[in-house]
Structures are given as C-alpha cells and as structure tokens.
T-cell receptor, first 117, second 111 residues
Framework: GAVVSQHPSWVICKSGTSVKIECRSL??????MFWYRQFPKQSLMLMAT?????????EQGVEKDKFLINHASLTLSTLTVTSAHPEDSSFYIC?????????????FGQGTRLTVV | SQQGEEDPQALSIQEGENATMNCSYK?????LQWYRQNSGRGLVHLIL?????REKHSGRLRVTLDTSKKSSSLLITASRAADTASYFC???????????FGQGTTLQVKP
C-alpha cells in the first residue's frame, strides 16, 4: 500500500515552546491530508483537514492559532503546536488518501507522541 | 465530533476463538472502514465496505454492514495472540478520505 511517513515519532518539549510535526506521502501525491489527535486509551479525534495551497479546515473546538497547519506541497503537510502546554501532550497522527487511483482508503502515518513538560 | 459507538469496549478471548466487534453510527455514509492499532502505533487499514455492500471478506476477517440499522460488525475468526490490538471503525461521508472514528474495541487474545 501507499506510504505515509510522519516525523518525528516522538518529541519532548518544554512548556511554551513550539513543535513541528511533518507528514509526508512518499509514493503518491496528496492534495488533502488529515490530522488527528488521540489521548491515551481513547479514539482518534479529527482536528483538521489540510489542503494543498490553501488554508486548512479546522474541526469545531480546535484552535487554529494553536495548531498551525501548512500544506505547501503535494507531498508534505506540517502541524505546528504553538506555545505548547502539558495539556497538549498527546499522540498526533496524520493520514492521506491517494486520489490517483488506489481506492478510497486512507493511509496513516506512524504517529507522533508529544510530551510537553 | 465522534460519530461511532463500538462495543464491546474490551474483549478478552483465547487463541483460536472468534472475536466479534460491533460499530454503530449516526448519519448516512459513503463507506465504512475498519482499522487496527497496536499500542502506541499508527493505524493499519484492514477492510473497507461501501454503503451498497452488505458483507465483505478478507482472509480471517468478515465485515457486515446494515445501513438500515446504521451498524457494522467485524468478525475475526480463529484468532491469534498477534491479533491483540485496538480495533476502530471509521465512517466516511464522501471519497475525500476524511474519517470519523468510533470509540474502539480493545481485543486481547490469550495464547
């Protein structure tokens, strides 16, 4: 199947700093990517839809100034957690769909575990 | 917002037994997908069933979809210890790739 690579796989940062997470589609172009957040022992919550060349669409209750999304190319979307606080500690996962013919399933990155201390 | 409810939340069985997980959703869908997640890892796509399909098989997996009841089930036959993981259903309203996940079922298969 198609490969989506997420980096870093884990990061520890100090409260007040910003952290950038990258999501890359390695063997296909993704005009749209999705960012999810997962708390321990809970399900995935969709945060936002990342659109190549345009603004991201955020789900209700997600602060767009807190979670900055940039989708500057057809293979890369980034999520920046700005001024991170301990409550932002979570597992962040991106996904993308290969619109050019591999069906409607979404391919997920490996996830990034963010710990804010 | 979450759309799906899954039950059971946790399931513990012996190796060789079958495991059944159920998922219900609230609105009309384009397709429903099942994913597996090992602890602390990303998601692995298992199977997709479209809204006009009622049943689908893939290896030891069998998925059913009842759009009148807005529910789906995932059956894993002849379970193995390696099947231990969390299983999530996810609904798609269109072909954009956007998914809304259910709460998940944690499956433990004891050797």
């Amino acid at each position: 199947g198609a490969v989506v690579s997420q980096h870093p796989s884990w990061v520890i940062c100090k409260s007040g700093t910003s952290v950038k997470i990258e999501c890359r589609s390695l063997d296909f172009q993704a005009t749209t990517m999705f960012w999810y957040r997962q708390f321990p022992k809970q399900s995935l919550m969709l945060m936002a839809t990342s659109n190549e060349g345009s603004k991201a669409t955020y789900e209700q209750g997600v602060e767009k100034d807190k979670f900055l999304i940039n989708h500057a190319s057809l293979t890369l979307s980034t999520l920046t957690v700005t001024s991170a606080h301990p409550e932002d500690s979570s597992f962040y996962i991106c996904s993308a769909r290969d619109y050019q013919g591999r069906g409607v399933e979404a391919f997920f990155g490996q996830g990034t575990r963010l710990t804010v201390v | 917002s979450q759309q799906g409810e899954e039950d059971p939340q946790a399931l513990s069985i012996q190796e060789g037994e079958n495991a059944t997980m159920n998922c219900s959703y609230k609105t009309s869908i384009n397709n429903l997908q099942w994913y597996r997640q090992n602890s602390g890892r990303g998601l692995v796509h298992l199977i997709l069933i479209r809204s006009n399909e009622r049943e689908k098989h893939s290896g030891r997996l069998r998925v059913t979809l009842d759009t009148s009841k807005k529910s789906s089930s995932l059956l894993i036959t002849a379970s193995r210890a390696a099947d231990t993981a969390s299983y999530f259903c996810a609904t798609a309203f269109s072909n954009t790739g956007k998914l809304i996940f259910g709460q998940g079922t944690t499956l433990q298969v004891k050797p």
